[in-house]
């Protein structure tokens, strides 16, 4: 499997950016996807996961309603619409894909098996 993540930028505070992730190579609509973030100097956290085909979507507490995690299984395209940005935002947003993860370990990178190269948000202050 296979992803490409695409769509940073920079962008004021207070502003909007669509990162888009489209997978190819053996992916399902019944994969769970999910955009985890990465700051200079700091670990990779979890911030949206759509789970399993979109039964149900999460979201880090820090980004809960400002970012919005969509997908279009029909183009195996996974969606991350982050709006009200802050300068706390900046980092490489990458994409992950799961197969066989288990709800409880939907926020640990580690149990993604898929992941895509990121890409850059900058938000300015």
């Known amino acids: 499997v296979q992803l490409q993540a695409s769509g940073g930028g920079l962008v004021q505070a207070g502003g909007s950016l669509r990162l888009s992730c489209t997978t190819s190579?053996?992916?399902?609509?019944?994969?769970?996807l999910g955009w985890f973030r990465q700051a200079p100097g700091k670990e990779r956290e979890f911030v949206a996961v759509?789970?399993?085909?979109?039964?149900?979507?999460y979201y880090a507490d820090s980004v809960k309603g400002r970012f919005t995690i969509s997908r279009d299984n029909a183009k195996n395209a996974v969606y991350l619409q982050m709006s009200s940005l802050k300068p706390e935002d900046t980092a490489v947003y990458s994409c992950?894909?799961?197969?066989?993860?288990?709800?409880?370990?939907?926020?640990?990178?580690?149990?993604?098996?898929?992941w895509g190269q990121g890409t850059l948000v900058t938000v300015s202050s």
């Open positions: 759509s789970w399993r085909g979109g039964i149900n979507t």
């Open positions: 992950a894909a799961s197969t066989t993860i288990i709800l409880s370990s939907i926020r640990v990178p580690s149990a993604y098996n898929y």
């Open positions: 190579g053996g992916t399902s609509s019944r994969n769970t």
